[in-house]
C-alpha cells in the first residue's frame, strides 16, 4: 500500500539559510500534518491543512510556513535557519479532518551546522 | 487542553518477561488514543488505536492495551517482549482539534 512521502530525507544547512520540506500524502488523503521532534524529544505539532486550507496550527515559529497545493502535497518552507531547527520532521496525512488515524511519514532529518 | 503523561522515561526489561508502559493522559472531552512505536532513525508506526467500543485493545508485535476511563489510562502491555522490542514508545491523544498531542515517550530496553 502506499504510505506518506518525505523529501528529501537528510539536509544539512547552515545557520541563516531556507529550506523547504516535502511531504506527499497517501493517495485520496487530503488532510496533512507537519510534526517537529528534537532530539530526545516528543514530537510537536506544527500545522495542518485540510483541503488545501489551514486548519490547525501549533507551535510553529514565524520564520516557517506551510501550504497545500492543489494536489495535496504539502511544503514547509523554513528561512533564518537556527541552531535548535535540527530535529525530525515527520509529515502525516489522513482521510479528511474526521479521520481519527494519521499515518506518518518515515520523516526529514533536518541538521543546522 | 489535553496532554499526555508517560511516567517512565525508560523501562528495562528481560527478554520474554511481561511488560506494562503507562500511559495517563487528561481532557475535557471524549478522546481518541494510541500508541505508536519508534525504532531507531526512523518515522512513527501505529501500535494500536483506541476510538470506541471494547476497551481492551489488541496491537501489532503482540500488543494490547486497556483504555480505562475512571483512571484515565491507557497502559500498554505485552506478555512476552523480545530483543527486537527494544524501542522508544510514544502514547498519544487526539480529541475535537484534528492534531495529535503526543507524551514524552517511554524507552523499553529488552536485555538477553
Known amino acids: 500500500a502506499a504510505g506518506v512521502i518525505q523529501s528529501p530525507r537528510h539536509l544539512i544547512k547552515e545557520k541563516r539559510e531556507t529550506a523547504t520540506l516535502k511531504c506527499y500524502p497517501i493517495p485520496r488523503h487530503d488532510t496533512v500534518y507537519w510534526y517537529q521532534q528534537g532530539p530526545g524529544q516528543d514530537p510537536q505539532f506544527l500545522i495542518s491543512f485540510y483541503e488545501k486550507m489551514q486548519s490547525d496550527k501549533g507551535s510553529i515559529p514565524d520564520r516557517f510556513s506551510a501550504q497545500q497545493f492543489s494536489d495535496y502535497h504539502s511544503e514547509l518552507n523554513m528561512s533564518s535557519l537556527e541552531l535548535g531547527d535540527s530535529a525530525l520532521y515527520f509529515c502525516?496525512?489522513?482521510?479528511?479532518?474526521?479521520?481519527?488515524?494519521?499515518?506518518f511519514g518515515p520523516g526529514t532529518r533536518l541538521t543546522v551546522t | 487542553a489535553q496532554s499526555v503523561t508517560q511516567l517512565d522515561s525508560q523501562v528495562p526489561v528481560f527478554e520474554e518477561a511481561p511488560v506494562e508502559l503507562r500511559c495517563n493522559y487528561s481532557s475535557s472531552v471524549s478522546v481518541y488514543l494510541f500508541w505508536y512505536v519508534q525504532y531507531p532513525n526512523q518515522g512513527l508506526q501505529l501500535l494500536l488505536k483506541y476510538l470506541s467500543g471494547s476497551t481492551l485493545v489488541k496491537g501489532i508485535n503482540g500488543f494490547e492495551a486497556e483504555f480505562n476511563k475512571s483512571q484515565t489510562s491507557f497502559h500498554l502491555r505485552k506478555p512476552s517482549v523480545h530483543i527486537s522490542d527494544t524501542a522508544e514508545y510514544f502514547c498519544a491523544v487526539k480529541s475535537s482539534g484534528d492534531k495529535l498531542t503526543f507524551g514524552t515517550g517511554t524507552r523499553l530496553a529488552v536485555r538477553p
Open positions: 502525516a496525512s489522513s482521510l479528511d479532518l474526521r479521520d481519527s488515524e494519521q499515518y
